[in-house]
């Protein structure tokens, strides 16, 4: 049985936000820089850079 090891990052290929993975709340959290979040464009529909196989639980309910 394979390991899948979950992605911790994902970056937009559009805008640029940058999301990290939040073990203890189990969801994607906007990246900061210097104390800027990485939010990018709100209007955008987010072209992740990760591979599309892993699909963690969506947030969207
Ligand atoms: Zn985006």
């Given amino acids: 049985m394979a390991t899948v090891v979950p992605p ?22 906007i990246a900061e820089d210097d104390g800027e979040k990485l939010a990018g464009d ?11 196989s892993y699909n963690p639980l969506e947030p969207d309910e």
């Fill in 42 to 52: 709100p209007q955008c529909l987010h072209e992740w850079d990760i591979n599309g």
């Fill in 8 to 29: 911790s990052k994902r970056e937009c290929e559009r805008c640029g936000r940058v999301d990290v993975w939040d073990d203890e709340r189990m969801n994607w959290t």
